[in-house]
Structures are given as C-alpha cells and as structure tokens.
C-alpha cells in the first residue's frame, strides 16, 4: 500500500513530520511518502524522505507570476505530484496540462476526483494513479473506506474500465491502520490522507499505527 501523507498547510513542523514518515517507512513493507507546502519541499526531501508536491500549474518556463512549475519542484527534489485536490481543483483541460507538465518533469503523479464518475475522466488523462476523495468527508476522521465504501470500490472500478495500469488510492477520514485495510480490501492501492497525521499530537505514533497491519 501507498501512503501519502498532505501537510496541506497545518501549522505542524514540516522537518519533524518528514523525518517520522521517514523512520517508519523504514519499518513498514508500505511505501511511505510526504506532501509539504511548495515552499518546504525542499527541506522535507533533504531529510530523505519521499517528496510529493500538492499541486503544479499546467505551464512552463515564462510569464508565469506566482504559480508552480513542474520543473522547480522536482528541483526542489519532489519525487511526484497531486493533481486537482479538493482544495485545489482545476478544469478539465488544465488537470490535462498540469500531467503533461509533470511528466515533462519526469515526475508521479496522482489526479485526485470527487467521485467514481470523475475518477473515470481522471484516469483517462493518463496518470499514475487516481485518488477518490468524497470532499464531505475530508477532515471529519470518518473514513471513506469504512463509512462510504461504494465510493472507492466504485472508483476503483471506474478506473479499471479506463486503464487497468492506474492504480487508485482514497483519502478523506483516514486515521487508523484499520481503515488502510479497508480501503485495500476495497482494491485501493493506497491512502491519501493529512489530519490523521498532520494535526495528531504524536505525528510518528500515528503513521505507526497506520502501518501495523499492512
Ligand atoms: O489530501 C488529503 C485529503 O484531503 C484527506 O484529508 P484528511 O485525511 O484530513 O481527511
């Protein structure tokens, strides 16, 4: 199982988070991997650990005042990408642009959707991976997996139909090592989660707990 931990922009210390994702990835068959904000991405991949970027903008190199470019953050040392988060959605034809532009970069990436019907679309566009997140439940600690399992089989489903080769993971609630068993009993590939970690007051002992019985 994948799983990937989205700092969003939680006040926790991006460095103490990374470097716990490090040493229990270190434990764990599971992949292990980080999303800081852009402007700790570089901080966060010097502790060795996987890097992810939250979002890139479907652009290259120019005129391009405050926006993410594909090529600085894999220089910055990410290792891959999300793609139209929930709190960061895009239109169709720039989630398009923004893989393209990721693949330019020769980074991962994971388009994130709403729904199975989106998850259609989004795998589609050609990505590594997709990742469905009910945006109801992002946040709460009620775990797609277990609260809304229709969503990821569905999803999972979805993606099947388009390309067998995009794995799919879900997020939205997901706190415990119980609900990454049950989203990968649901056929997810992994898990897209933050608060669980990002706001938990022992970050390390709860990426301990969600690895123990994967
Ligand atoms: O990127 C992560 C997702 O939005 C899930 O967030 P959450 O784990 O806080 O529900």
Redesign the pocket.
């Known amino acids: 199982m994948f799983v990937l931990v ?1 700092l ?1 922009t939680y006040p926790c210390d991006p460095v103490a988070v990374a470097e716990a994702v490090r040493d229990v990835d270190d434990t764990t068959d599971a992949r292990l991997a980080v ?1 800081p904000a852009a402007s700790h991405i570089e901080r966060v991949a010097e502790t060795g650990v996987e890097t992810w970027a939250q979002h890139v903008d479907p652009i290259d190199h120019g005129s391009n005042t405050g926006h993410a470019l594909a090529e600085h953050v894999a220089d910055a040392g990410a290792a891959g990408t ?1 793609v139209n ?3 960061q959605r895009l239109k169709l034809a720039d989630i398009d642009g923004a893989v393209r532009a990721a693949d330019r970069a020769d980074l991962e990436t994971i388009v ?1 959707a709403n729904n199975p019907a989106q998850i259609g679309a989004a795998a589609a566009l050609g990505p590594d991976a997709v990742a469905v ?1 009910p945006p109801e ?5 009620t775990p797609v997996s277990q609260a809304d399992p229709d969503v990821v089989e569905n999803a999972v489903a979805a993606a099947a139909d388009v390309d067998p080769d995009v794995s799919v993971l879900c ?5 415990t090592g119980d609900d990454v068993v049950a989203a990968g009993d649901l056929g997810a590939g992994g898990v ?5 970690v ?1 706001k938990a007051d022992d970050p390390k002992a709860a990426l301990e707990d969600l690895v123990a019985p994967l």
Do not use: P, Q
């Open positions: 989205n969003k999303a999300l988060h929930s709190e994130c997140e439940l992002i946040g709460t600690g997020g939205a609630g997901i706190s897209l989660l933050a608060s669980g990002a």
